[in-house]
């Protein structure tokens, strides 16, 4: 073996340590970048918005998994099974999601699920009786032949019990205004003011045409 042999052996010698040092020094750095990433999720992850929450609707503390974008009205239809809250314009114009949140009317289609943690959520279902009897209110509407198609009663009851928690004796121009969040495309609009003034006892100003 002559001496130009030697150095080509200790030539492919250097460059396989080499090329094995360079691999490893990758390895080392995908390796860091990896756990960097996982660090990085991770801390996405720390920032995000818990999913799975607890809402109190009807008096009941319900755990829910819930999206971020998720609206009230979805969670209250497709994941409680609350079905009463309707959903019309998906808009904030129709009025027949409405719910009430501590005593208060809100259009739950416009509302974000996440940020009622902590309100006392009220839907139709929650005005019955404890042995499932209507609500006065209904009981009213009833009388006054109020509901026509019915796709807009649910939201009225919410918002005629909410005015009557606040005005126990409104007249009939302030139920009027109480009300005209809520559309009904039967325009039975004075049946439900008629509905509203026998539950609060004003019958002075219930209205029948001839």
């Known amino acids: 073996m002559t001496l130009e042999d030697d150095a080509q052996r200790y030539s492919r010698r ?3 340590k080499r090329v094995i040092a360079s691999g490893a020094v ?5 390796a860091m970048g990896s756990m960097a990433g996982c660090a990085s999720r991770r801390a996405a992850v720390a920032g995000s918005v ?3 929450v607890s809402l109190d609707v009807n008096g009941q503390v319900r755990r829910v998994d819930v999206l971020p974008q ?24 129709c009025g027949a999601c409405t719910v009430m949140m501590d005593d208060v009317t809100y ?11 902590g309100r006392k959520v009220v839907t139709i279902e929650g005005l019955r009786g404890p042995n499932g009897e209507l609500h006065p209110v209904q009981k009213a509407f009833v009388e006054e032949l109020a509901p026509q198609c019915g796709f ?12 009557l928690k606040r005005n126990p004796k409104p007249t009939r121009d302030e ?3 109480a009300l005209s969040g809520n559309l009904c495309r039967c325009a039975a609009y004075d049946n439900y003011l ?17």
């Open 14 to 16: 250097e460059f396989i």
């Open 26 to 30: 990758a390895s080392a750095a995908v």
């Open 50 to 52: 818990e999913r799975l």
């Open 70 to 93: 998720e609206t009230l009205a979805m969670t209250l239809r497709y994941k409680l099974g609350l079905t009463g809250t309707k959903l019309g314009c998906d808009r904030a114009e």
């Open 107 to 117: 259009y739950s289609c416009s509302t974000l699920t996440h940020a009622v943690r």
């Open 152 to 163: 807009c009663t649910p939201g009225q009851v919410v918002a005629t019990v909410a005015l």
């Open 175 to 177: 139920a009027r205004h």
């Open 194 to 210: 008629n509905g509203v003034m026998r539950a609060c006892g004003n019958h002075a100003e219930i209205h029948h045409g001839a």
